[in-house]
C-alpha cells in the first residue's frame, strides 16, 4: 500500500509559477512510477506527465509540455510539479498517482492516487 497527499495548490494569477508537492508514504515510493493528472468538473482526468522511478525519464502532455516539469526526491519519498507561465485553462483539481511500470498516460494503469489539491489561475 502506498498513501499520497499533496499539497501546494493555491489560488494566484496567469503567468505565475506553483510547485505542487506530492509526499508518499507506506511501500518505499522509489519502486513506483509516478504520474500527474488533472481534473476539473464535468471532465475526466487528464494525463499531465509522469516520472520514472529513479526520475531518469519524464513523459509530458503536449498542453504542459515546455512549461511544467515533473521531479522526484526518493529520499524524501516526494514527487514534485512545477508549473511555470500558468494558464486559465491549467485551473483544475491536481492529482499524483503511483504505478508499477512507467510511461501511462491512462489514469486506469495507476494503482494508488492522492486526495487532490485546487489550482486555480486567474486571468
Known amino acids: 500500500q502506498v498513501q499520497l497527499v499533496e499539497s501546494g495548490g493555491r489560488l494566484l494569477q496567469a503567468g505565475g509559477s506553483l510547485r505542487l508537492s506530492c509526499a508518499a508514504s507506506?511501500?518505499?515510493?522509489?519502486?513506483?512510477?509516478m504520474g500527474w493528472f488533472r481534473q476539473t468538473p464535468g471532465k475526466e482526468r487528464e494525463f499531465v506527465g509522469c516520472?520514472?522511478?529513479?526520475?531518469?525519464?519524464?513523459t509530458y502532455a503536449d498542453s504542459v509540455k515546455g512549461r511544467f516539469t515533473i521531479s522526484r526526491d526518493n529520499a524524501k519519498n516526494t514527487v514534485y510539479l512545477q508549473m511555470n507561465s500558468l494558464k486559465p485553462e491549467d485551473t483544475a483539481v491536481y492529482y499524483c498517482?503511483?504505478?508499477?511500470?512507467?510511461?501511462?498516460?491512462?489514469?486506469?494503469?495507476?494503482?494508488?492516487w492522492g486526495q487532490g489539491t485546487q489550482v486555480t489561475v486567474s486571468s
Open positions: 498517482a503511483a504505478a508499477v511500470s512507467y510511461g501511462s498516460a491512462l489514469a486506469t494503469r495507476y494503482d494508488y
Open positions: 516520472i520514472s522511478q529513479l526520475g531518469v525519464r519524464t
Open positions: 507506506g511501500r518505499t515510493v522509489s519502486t513506483y512510477a
